[in-house]
């Protein structure tokens, strides 16, 4: 799936990491299923919740628009989000 042409039409997406992403408190596995929450110069992301415990992480990824589209999968937006115009 291709990514949408323009960074403000990013949040709402579903993301999956390509390869292990760390934050100042825990590295998130290669498959990690995101959605962007917000986008900036940088691109904020909040994971799924985990299956064991329900915690999500929050992780903010700064760089150029093709290293941030290096580092995921795009897999689209829900239904929910394209109908909300997010």
């Given amino acids: 799936m291709d990514w949408p042409k323009y ?28 959605t962007v929450d917000w986008v900036t110069t940088s691109l904020h992301l909040v994971s799924e919740p985990c299956p064991e415990c329900g915690i999500q992480m929050k992780i903010t990824i700064l760089g150029t628009k093709d290293y941030k ?13 394209r ?3 997010k």
Avoid: Q
């Avoid at 390509?18 to 290669?30: N, V």
């Fill in 7 to 34: 960074v403000k039409d990013w949040p709402g997406s579903r993301l999956k990491s390509k390869r292990e992403l760390s934050s100042g408190y825990c590295k998130l596995p290669a498959g990690t299923f995101f």
């Fill in 83 to 85: 109908e909300e115009g």
């Fill in 69 to 81: 589209m290096s580092l995921f999968e795009y897999l689209g937006k829900p239904a929910a989000a």
